[in-house]
Each structure stands twice: as C-alpha cells, then as structure tokens.
C-alpha cells in the first residue's frame, strides 16, 4: 500500500472511531441510559457528529482522496476510493443551508406526529409532512435524477436502485400475495392455537432466546444482548455488537422473533473481515443487503419445522408444564400464523410485502407531486382495502404509524423486503450447495447457513453494490420468484390450501 493510502486510511480510521463511539452512546441511550439524560446526551452526540462531518468534507481529506486517486491503485483501495468519492459527492450536492431548514423541518414534524397521534388528527400533522415532503424534492433536484425524483433519494439506503427496478418486482408480488392471503383467510387455521393464551414468563423467554443466539453462532464474547422498547442492533467493530430484544408476557414468540431477526444483523456486523474494520469496506452495500440477513433468521431459520422440531423439547423445559401437549408442529403453526392487520411492524410473513408495496406506491406519488398529502389518508386506506382487505379505523392505526415519513425517510421502506427477497435467493443456493441443510437444522448445528453467509455475503462488506452481491452470491439476477415460490409452498402446505 502507498503511503497515501496509508495515511488515508489513518485519517478515515478516525472519522470511523468517532461514529463508532456516537452508535455506542445512542445504544446506551436506548438500553441504559437514565431518564434525565438526555440533555446533556444530546449535546454529546452532536458534538460528536458536528467534528465527524467536518473531518469527512475537510479540505485535508479532500487532498488525501485526490492523491490518492492519482495514483490509481488497483483491488481494494480502488473500491475504498470509489465509495468515498460517491459519498461524499453525495453529500456536497446539498447545500448547509439546505441541510439546516431541513433538520429543522424533521425536528418539528416529528414532534407534531408525536401529538396529532395522541388525538389521531391527521390534519395537525399534514401541514408539517407537507413541507417535508417538499423539501424531499429540493434534495432530490440538487442530487439530480433521470426519470422519477424518488430515484434521487433512494441511493442513500441502496445504490443502484431505481423505481423502475423495484416497482415491475413488486406488481408481480402484490397480486400473488393478496391471493395466497385471501386462500388462507377462506380456509382458517389447520392447527389448534389456543395454547397460546397463557402467561409466558420474561426471564425464561430471555433465557431461551439467549440459548438460540449462541446456537445460531452469535459470539457473545464479541457481542451481547440487552432489553429495549424497539429491538436494534449496533456495530461498533466486528468484535463488538451490541442488540436488543423485547419481551412481553402475553407473547410466546415475540421475544424470540426479535432475537433472531437482530441476531441476524449481528451475526453479519461479526462477519465482516477484521482487516476491513475503520474502513469503508467493513459494511453491507445497503439497507436491504443488511435486512436480508435478519429476516433469513427470523423467518427461514427460527420460523422453519425443522428448527422446533428441534427446539420443541428445548421450549418445554424453559416452561414446565406449560407445552406438555403441544407438538412441533403446532410451534411451527403458530409462529407462522397469518391474519391481515393494520400495523406493519406487527406483520406475519404472508402481509408483510403488502404493507412495503402500499407505502412504496403512495412515496412515489408523494414525492412525483401526484397525490397531495391531504389525500394521503384515503389513498392509504384504499391500498389497505384492495391489498388486504381491511379498512383502518383511524390514522394511528393508518398512515401515522410509522415515523419514517415524520422523519424524511423516503425511499427506505422497500429495502425491507427487497431484503426478504434477497434472503430467500440466498437460502435457493444454500439448498442447493448443502442438500443436508435441513437435517443439519434439525439436529440443532447452524453452521452451514452461518458458513454460507460468513463466504457469499458477511466477508464481501461493501466490495460489490447490492445486486452485483445478490448475482456474485447466487448466480442470477434479482428476481422475486425464490421468495413467492417459497411463500406459495409453505403456506399451501400449512393451510391445506387446495386440498
Ligand atoms: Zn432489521
């Protein structure tokens, strides 16, 4: 390595500490942290970022960059120089007057979603997702796009998507959905469920979610666990990732979902290469690529029968005399159990796309300027009507449910099951390449989806953008066929559909 590169990295290396240390205080916040906190908090971390921002645009990294790409190096650093000099073109194209009506703006239209939800008055919050969703198109004009301003926004969660991508892949599922969803609701469940409706304790639903995160392969010498409202996860360096799990005493299963799903993201912070550590590299290439992960381990592993024949046995002892009768089967049936509902965070696995393919449809008219936000309410709840079959009965439970939009995060949702579709192109090849995968599952060794993963995907870090991943990982373009054959299969099987 030259020494420009070399001093490149030791400059960038600090910028990455001082962001290691902002996910490690926001972390605390959301685990630990006393309630008075936050003041003083706040501050921190915006000291924190203010220097990180300026070290990252100075002019002392500019002239590193550009030495550097003088000398043209080949491999890895080509790949470094490249991620960086798109990055950061990215971020000068928006001016810092711009960066602060806009901080602004998100500041008070969270703050007013927080209230018009107590009354769930959505014309209380209109006035303030009006301005954001204006000012999402002045970003849009400055980072500048070709056919629809969306197209502007997304490449900050997914470089290289498009609309026109993403939205022929999900006029192909939405159909297919809805009518697999409707097949299921005209025959209700195969299973008797109503072993559900007890109290399940807290401490030994931690414990079993704790037993199931280190037979997953989740290194807890290089990572823990603790409790917070919304589960996430954090990565400081791959030695060291930190989740989160809630737990509920009503719920069998939510505890252990929310395990599996940021073990899933945690496994992968823990499989970057430790070389790629304070680097560009040492990253996924997007949102989708990094929820790929936490929803294979949600759904294909933890929700899979050969998992609880498995962990059938395991579950019982954690909960003495309550599961004596119920069998693997029923587990299985249960944790993959379909209604349609309201809220997306909330969804089972046959749902879930719909909910994505609705806020997709209504961001694209949002921001093209084709639906005004005033209509916003009934717009989504006709999607909801045709997609799902049911009508909200207020905006909570409607279009003010998630904070996403409160927050100027367009062009994210689809991520979410992009990755879901990722995942199940990668357990199509992992079938392929270990034809014992269920058997290994069944018999409790998760190192084959651990290893597969660790080589096609965790120790690429962000060396390819997300479809060369999905095409270098699997051998085919991206096509959500994997996912609806997938879908079709298990749940014709666990409903008796057609039958
Ligand atoms: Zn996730």
Redesign the pocket.
């Known amino acids: 390595m030259s020494n420009t590169m070399t001093e490149l990295r030791a400059a960038y290396g600090e910028i990455a500490d001082l962001r290691a240390a902002m996910g490690l205080l926001e972390w605390d916040q959301q685990t630990h942290m006393p309630k008075e906190g936050f003041a003083t908090r706040g501050r921190v971390v915006a000291t924190l970022a203010q220097i990180a921002h300026e070290r990252y645009l100075s002019p002392r990294f500019d002239e590193l960059v550009a030495a550097a790409e003088a000398e043209a190096p080949p491999g890895d650093d080509a790949i470094t120089l490249d991620l960086l000099r798109w990055e950061r073109d990215r971020e000068r194209r928006i001016p810092a007057t711009l960066v602060e009506e806009n901080s602004l703006a998100v500041t008070a239209s969270y703050q007013a979603w927080e209230e018009a939800r107590k009354t769930k008055d959505f014309a209380q919050f209109a006035p303030h997702l009006e301005k954001v969703v204006a000012l999402r198109r002045r970003f849009a004009d400055h980072y500048g796009y070709d056919a629809h301003p969306w197209d502007a926004l997304v490449p900050g969660f997914e470089r290289g998507m498009t609309a026109a991508l993403i939205k022929p892949v999900f006029d192909k599922v939405q159909p297919r959905v809805t009518a697999l969803l409707k097949a299921i609701q005209s025959k209700g469940p195969a299973h008797d469920l109503s072993f559900l409706d007890q109290r399940w304790d807290p401490d030994a639903q931690w414990a079993f979610g704790m037993r199931v995160l280190a037979d997953l392969g989740f290194d807890l010498a290089r990572g823990r666990q603790d409790r917070s409202t919304h589960p996430f996860t954090m990565g400081m360096a791959p030695t060291d990732v930190r989740l989160t799990t809630r737990l509920k005493a009503e719920s069998l299963f939510s505890a252990l979902m929310a395990t599996a ?1 940021e073990g899933g ?1 945690g496994l992968y912070e823990q499989g970057f290469r430790p070389e790629d550590a304070r680097t560009p590299l040492g990253h996924a290439p997007s949102s989708a690529v990094h ?1 790929s992960q ?1 929803r294979l381990y949600e759904y294909r592993v933890a929700a899979c029968l050969p998992f609880w024949r498995h962990y059938a046995p395991v579950l019982r002892e954690h909960f003495p005399g309550q599961l004596d009768n119920v069998s693997a089967e029923q587990l299985y049936a249960a944790i993959n159990e379909v209604s349609a509902s309201f809220i997306r965070v909330d969804a089972d696995e046959v749902t879930y796309p719909l909910h994505i393919i609705l806020r997709f449809e209504l961001e694209l008219e949002l921001i093209a300027g084709t639906l005004a936000v005033r209509d916003l309410p009934e717009a989504w709840n006709a999607k909801m009507r045709a997609y799902l079959g049911i009508t909200p009965p207020d905006p909570v439970l409607g279009c003010m449910q998630d904070v996403h939009w409160a927050e100027a995060l367009f062009g994210y949702f689809p991520s979410y099951s992009l990755g879901t579709m990722f995942g199940a192109m990668f357990m199509e090849k992992m079938e392929a390449d270990h034809p014992s995968l269920w058997t290994d599952m069944e018999a409790g060794d998760f190192r084959p989806v651990l290893g597969w993963l660790r080589r096609n995907v965790h120790t690429v870090g962000s060396r390819m953008k997300p479809l060369e991943l999905v095409r270098a990982a699997t051998g085919r373009e991206f096509t959500p066929e994997p996912f609806l054959h997938y879908l079709e299969a298990k749940y014709t099987e666990l409903y008796r559909l057609g039958g």
Do not use: F, P
Request: proline share 0%; aromatic share 0%; glycine share 0%.
């Open positions: 799903h993201h929820e936490a």
